[in-house]
T-cell receptor, first 108, second 112 residues
């Protein structure tokens, strides 16, 4: 069955630095979604990527969908304390499957 | 606009007791509905999903069951809770399987 793997599991970042989290699927995906869960909160939808090679930006966040539609990445530039939380990717072939998430902490 | 409600927010139950968690959605019709469990510091495990009234698909064998008695109501139940049932239970809805999911505030369940 479909499996979505995310790395790294934990990311400790100095405020102001950049980082990237990666998402890989064992199968080709029709689309991929990214969510953010703040500590103590619930996941909130960030973005959906549909096209092969698609790149979308939301301020300091850049989302990319691989050419083969089997992987995706989220790159955050100039990390801020508001970026703290867990970022999940979720891939769809016939259903939505969530990765285990990357939990981000920020050192001020 | 659409709203999703879950209650209770927190729950502490003894082992062997029954469970009923309710989720309701407002502002949309015929939503796809989902129940997830999240263990502490872990990812989201899909437990059940429903594409319509009375239609329930179970993703993992377990001690829990789900029901959808009305279009916008989704209930998670157990007859006898286990310690391993502790976790953060999230209900979500989407317009279709390809659309983004909107999550409720969740219920933190502790089984003692």
């Amino acid at each position: 069955g479909q499996q979505v793997m995310q790395i790294p599991q934990y990311q400790h970042v100095q405020e102001g630095e950049d980082f990237t989290t990666y998402c890989n699927s064992s199968t080709t995906l029709s689309n991929i979604q990214w969510y953010k869960q703040r500590p103590g909160g619930h996941p909130v939808f960030l973005i959906q990527l549909v096209k092969s090679g698609e790149v979308k930006k939301q301020k300091r966040l850049t989302f990319q969908f691989g050419e083969a539609k089997k992987n995706s990445s989220l790159h955050i530039t100039a990390t801020q304390t508001t970026d703290v939380g867990t970022y999940f990717c979720a891939g769809i072939d016939y259903k939505l499957s969530f990765g285990a998430g990357t939990t981000v902490t920020v050192r001020a | 606009s659409q709203t999703i409600h879950q209650w209770p927010a927190t729950l502490v139950q003894p082992v062997g007791s029954p469970l009923s968690l309710e989720c309701t959605v407002e502002g949309t019709s015929n939503p796809n509905l989902y129940w997830y469990r999240q263990a502490a510091g872990r990812g989201l495990q899909l437990l059940f999903y429903s594409v319509g009234i009375g239609q329930i698909s179970s993703e993992v064998p377990q001690n829990l069951s789900a029901s959808r008695p009305q279009d916008r109501q989704f209930i998670l139940s157990s007859k006898k809770l286990l310690l391993s049932d502790s976790g953060f239970y999230l209900c979500a809805w989407s317009a279709s399987v390809n659309n983004e999911q909107f999550f409720g505030p969740g219920t933190r369940l502790t089984v003692l």
